[in-house]
Structure formats: C-alpha cells, structure tokens
C-alpha cells in the first residue's frame, strides 16, 4: 500500500515528514460501538498513529438524567475490566517506522472541562482516573512521570460553556497540556465564528471556552485535532485529526514533536500545511524586532479557496492559489467517492479503479465510520468493513459499506483520492458493483461524472472534478511589522472549497524592544 506522505522544503521543517493521526476516539472498551482490535485495524488503513481511548470517569457527573448517569458508570465499570486487554492490544498495534499507538484515557469532569490522559507506551495505570479535581489528576500523573513514564493531559472539545465540560481556562496549565484538541466530531473551538458550528447535545459554543479566548489569556498551547468517534473507527474522514512534523515515525519522535507544539489540526482531507516566523516552526517562542518574515507552504487535498494569516486572532493577510494554466501533463488529484441511497440501507461496495496513460504515485484514503453518537442503540454485524490496495501503478482496489446519508447535510461517504501524474487524455476507469464509469482526465477537469449501481435511490458513485496541484498549494512569504504589543500570536487558516480545514499551531514572537 502507498499513502500521500507530506513534506515540505521550508527550511524550518528539514528531515521532517507530517503524520497525521487520531489520538481521541472510542469503541466498546467503554461506551460505544466495536472492538478495539476492529479500531486498531480501521486505524492502519489510513493513519500513521493513533490511540483509542476508553472513558474512565466522571468526578463531578449530575445524577439526573438518571439514564445518562447509569449509562456512563456502567462504561467505566466495563474499561477497567477490560484495561488488561486494551493495553495488550495497544502495545501489539505498535510497530516503529510503520505504525505508532500510545494508550490513554478519558477523564470527565463539568468543572474543569474534558480531558484525555496519554501515556509514551502502550501500557500504564488507570489510577489517576480516580483524581477528584484537575490538579490531583496532574499530581497522579507527575509521579507516573517520575517513575520513569511521560505522560500528558489533553483537553478536548474545549469550546463548550465552562461548568459545562468545556475548557476552564482558569485551571488549565501548560505543564502536562502542550496542545489542545481544538477540532472534532463535537465542531471546532478556534473562534466563535469559525467554521463547523457545535451540533452535539451538549449545546452551542461559548466564545470565553475557545482557543482564541484562551490564547488571549496568555496561555502557549499547540492545536490538534481527532475525531472523538465512538464507532471502532478511528480516523473517521471529516471529523478531526492530528498532524504532527516529526523526523520518525516512533513514539519517541512523535512523542517530542507533540510537546514541541509541532502539530497543526485537520478536518480530514490530508492537507499539509507548513508555517514559519523568522525561520522558526509553528508552536515556536521566539524574540524578534522590526519586521517578521512569515512564510506559508499548503498542499491540500481539494483547491483552495482561502489561505489566512491570524495574529492575535485577526486576519491580518489573505491568499489563494492564481489561476491555473493548461499544461500537456496533468499532475494532481483524482477523487472518487461512493455512497447515497436509501437511508439505513447498507450497500457493500466492491470497486475497482485503473487509469490508462498515467500513474498513481499514492492512493489517500477518506474512509468513515459509522456516525453513531455514544448512547445510540443498536450494533451492526461490523464495524471493520473497509480494505483498500494499490494494486499497481496504475489500479488500485477498494472493499467498504456506505449507507446512506443519515441527514442531507451529513457526508456518510466513502472516497478514494489518487494522486496521479498523466496524459490529458489518459482514462480513468471505475468499475464498482458491476456498473462501469470512464472519462479522460480532460472531461474530468471540466466537471464531475457520476453513475448509479441501480435504479431510483440506489447507491450512486461519483468521479469528482480533477483538481490540478497547482490549484490546491501555495508557497507564500510575508512580512509584518507587528502590532506594538509585547508579544504577537501568529497562526494560520486553510479553507478548501470541499469545506475542508487545516489550522497550524501558533508561533509567540515578543518584541525585545518592549
């Protein structure tokens, strides 16, 4: 199998590769649907690392609804029965420079917001989960730190109300909480007015819970995504991931890069997304005077629509990709994505993909899930359904199960994108369950082409419009003079106009004048 492997030529970012994985998701080791090793196997298909995450505890849970308090006390009960055997298969899932997995937890609490503890290994205590307040917790861990095990206290879906398992700021620390998982299933928590609004039960956003708020309040902390899927699917396209700049992939690398603050979020197309301030990476403090050179490199999964320079949580420069020019070799991505039909009605794709006078140099999966939320009723028969192959140069294979959109303004399917080099005249070829589909490379720049597998609200596949790399990149340099405050924030913000995101960690510049 091959994946898309990002790396950029910033100098800042030399020797390093962007890993992209999901460190926050769930299955039935607690609350929640199929086996962890059905999520370890789901985890491989697309991810270089992962965690799966059982739900521990909840200090400072409401009794009422009753319901609610039973459901989640018996999820507890069932992950420390089980913490044997989750950490046996996270340490068995780990294989360094083909595969990282790390062990954690969550810890529940309204007071001081949610929080996933992370272990450097696959084994560690569940004690800690015990802890009553945010503090204790860090203490429990500050020893598992000094008898010879780093660990780390995330917290997630900050942007909820605080009191209300959103962020407290007040409480939170940078000592064991480099970065903060701003982006999930849950929306995002970078600003109010950004995009992917909080839908979940638990309520709307709160613009005191959000990064920015709390980055206005002088905390340094790093951005990450995951997906807090509770489907035995980690990495669920759409909902979140982690990327993290590393020179290996191995604990020990990934493990550094996080506390570096070298990470940046993802919605899920895998965007790399490279920035640097003065030649120093994103999550960097650094000390400058006069002008601050800035420089940006995107390669996204979709064009572009807009590509935004923040400090201090203002918009300070905008770019996007220029026109794009006719070539006679088509370098970029061809996408192909199958599902719809009738809601609830499971359709068992068996696809297979060729392209004639070309050559696929990646294949990048973009494969979900089942969307279930935690206290939904009802299994299925599985929840590891999906294999893809490259299968040559020029083909490639893809086994999986859609069914339906649950909502129309819910993507439940399931996409392939090829990173291909061809002829504009080249074919690409897609036969799946029978129905077969070819355009040129050449129609497919124009638009889209689609075909169904049956008749009337059958399942239906679509080969997307070809996006050349030149509309989806940008390599951008920049200088700012600053703001005149003591120190400046920088971040940066990709939109692509498939509604997928990308936002880098900061970078801290204090003015040595003041």
């Not at 996408?335 to 696809?351: C, N, P, T």
């Amino acid at each position: 199998m091959t994946r898309r492997r990002s790396q950029s030529n910033l100098p800042a970012y030399g020797g390093m590769s962007a890993f992209a994985g999901d460190i926050h998701n769930h299955c039935a080791i607690s609350y929640g649907h199929g086996s962890i090793e059905d999520a370890y196997a789901n985890a491989r298909m697309q991810l270089d690392f992962a965690s799966v995450t059982g739900h521990a505890s909840w200090h400072d849970m409401p009794e009422e609804p009753a319901h609610v308090a039973d459901y989640h006390r018996k999820g507890f009960a069932r992950l420390e029965e089980q913490w044997e055997h989750v950490q046996d298969v996270t340490d068995g899932a780990h294989v360094d420079g083909e595969f990282v997995s790390f062990l954690s937890f969550e810890w529940h609490s309204m007071t001081y917001g949610d929080h996933c503890v992370y272990y450097r290994g696959g084994r560690g205590p569940l004690a800690p989960a015990r802890a009553k307040s945010l503090e204790e917790l860090r203490g429990e861990l500050r020893a598992v730190q000094a008898a010879g095990l780093p660990a780390m206290v995330l917290p997630h879906h900050i942007g909820y109300l605080a009191g209300r398992r959103g962020v407290n700021w007040d409480t939170y620390s940078a000592e064991l909480s480099p970065v903060a998982e701003m982006i999930s299933m849950h929306g995002s928590g970078e600003q109010d007015d950004s995009p992917r609004p909080y839908l979940h039960t638990m309520g709307p956003r709160d613009a005191g819970s959000t990064a920015i708020a709390g980055l206005g309040r002088g905390h340094r902390f790093g951005f990450i995504g995951s997906t807090d899927h509770h489907s035995a699917h980690p990495g669920s396209h759409g909902h979140g991931l982690a990327m993290v700049w590393a020179p290996e992939l191995t604990r020990d690398s990934l493990w550094e890069a996080i506390q570096a603050r070298r990470t940046y979020a993802i919605t899920g197309d895998r965007i790399m997304l490279a920035t640097s301030v003065d030649g120093a990476p994103m999550g960097s403090e650094i000390t400058g005077v006069g002008p601050r050179e800035i420089a940006v490199q995107v390669h996204g999964g979709a064009a572009l629509e807009t590509v935004q320079v923040l400090r201090n949580g203002e918009v300070i420069a905008e770019n996007r990709p220029g026109p794009t020019s006719l070539s006679h070799t088509f370098d970029g991505i061809l996408s192909i994505a199958f599902g719809w039909g009738e809601v609830g009605a499971f359709v068992d794709w068996d696809v297979e993909v060729s392209l004639s006078g070309g050559e696929i140099h990646a294949v990048e999966p973009r494969l979900r899930g089942y969307d279930t939320l935690a206290d939904q009723a009802g299994e299925t028969d599985r929840y590891a359904f999906s294999s893809w192959q490259q299968t040559s140069r020029s083909s490639a294979t893809l086994r999986t199960r859609t069914y339906g959109n649950p909502t129309v303004s819910t993507d439940a399917t399931q996409q392939l994108a090829l990173h291909v080099e061809a002829d504009p005249n080249a074919v690409l070829t897609v036969t799946a369950n029978g129905r077969t589909l070819q355009r040129t490379v050449a129609e497919l720049l124009t638009g889209p082409a689609v075909s169904y597998i049956g008749g009337f609200l059958s399942g239906a596949f679509v080969m997307h419009r070809a996006v050349p790399y030149e509309a989806a990149s940008l390599t951008w340099e920049l200088a700012d003079a600053g703001s005149g405050d003591q120190t400046d924030i920088y971040y940066v913000r990709v939109r692509q106009v498939n509604d997928q995101h990308a936002w880098s960690s900061p970078t801290w510049v204090t003015n040595s004048r003041t």
